[in-house]
T-cell receptor, first 112, second 111 residues
Framework: EAQVTQNPRYLITVTGKKLTVTCSQN?????MSWYRQDPGLGLRQIYY???????DKGDVPEGYKVSRKEKRNFPLILESPSPNQTSLYFC???????????FGQGTRLTVV | EDQVTQSPEALRLQEGESSSLNCSYT??????LFWYRQDPGKGPEFLFT???AGEEKEKERLKATLTKKESFLHITAPKPEDSATYLC????????????FGSGTKLNVKP
């Protein structure tokens, strides 16, 4: 089954403790991206990747890092999380970035 | 600046009562407009892509249309299972790696 898998689904952490949210797709897609969703603000793009070793900033990249060492994986790294990064995070992928058809199930992150 | 605005924020309908959701956009050049359905606690589910003014797409009780400045998602004779948040997003010609989302319309269909 074609899917985008995120882990963990839920995470509560403390300010400053580094964490990684994983994202994996099984469709051999070139394009992957990360979004955060906050009430009233919609989905905002954090980072995207056009291919292995090719990443670029979205609209809200501050406080986040990404890497794309393999085509299937696109982890989101928060090196020093802060409470304003409490949000619902989604990973998405598509074949070449011409659409955005597949989303993961989401990761609800709480930073206290 | 590329921008997407959805209205209304919330919509309550009786089962069978048809209505439309609006997505207005401002982009330098539209490459594509996308509609999604999102259920609580889940990721967005892709519904439609529209590329040019005048284009229409249909799926069951949903029909999406596109003009040069906005898109409508028409819901005909909705059922309670159509209750969800509907999101639209745009992709600009000059910046096709980025997708800009509206904040969504939360639809509640009462039996």
């Amino acid at each position: 089954e074609a899917q985008v898998t995120q882990n963990p689904r839920y995470l509560i952490t403390v300010t400053g403790k580094k964490l990684t949210v994983t994202c994996s797709q099984n469709m051999n897609h070139e394009y992957m991206s990360w979004y955060r969703q906050d009430p009233g603000l919609g989905l905002r793009q954090i980072y995207y990747s056009m291919n292995v070793e090719v990443t670029d900033k979205g609209d809200v990249p501050e406080g986040y890092k990404v890497s794309r060492k393999e085509k299937r994986n696109f982890p989101l790294i928060l090196e020093s999380p802060s409470p304003n990064q409490t949000s619902l995070y989604f990973c998405a992928s598509s074949l070449f970035g011409t659409d955005l058809a597949f989303f993961g199930q989401g990761t609800r992150l709480t930073v206290v | 600046e590329d921008q997407v605005t959805q209205s209304p924020e919330a919509l309550r309908l009786q089962e069978g009562e048809s209505s439309s959701l609006n997505c207005s956009y401002t982009v330098s050049g539209l490459r594509g407009l996308f509609w999604y359905r999102q259920d609580p606690g889940k990721g967005p589910e892709f519904l439609f892509t529209l590329y040019s003014a005048g284009e229409e797409k249909e799926k069951e009780r949903l029909k999406a249309t596109l003009t040069k400045k906005e898109s409508f998602l028409h819901i005909t004779a909705p059922k309670p299972e159509d209750s969800a948040t509907y999101l639209c997003a745009v992709q600009a010609v000059g910046n096709f790696n980025k997708f800009y989302f509206g904040s969504g319309t939360k639809l509640n269909v009462k039996p």
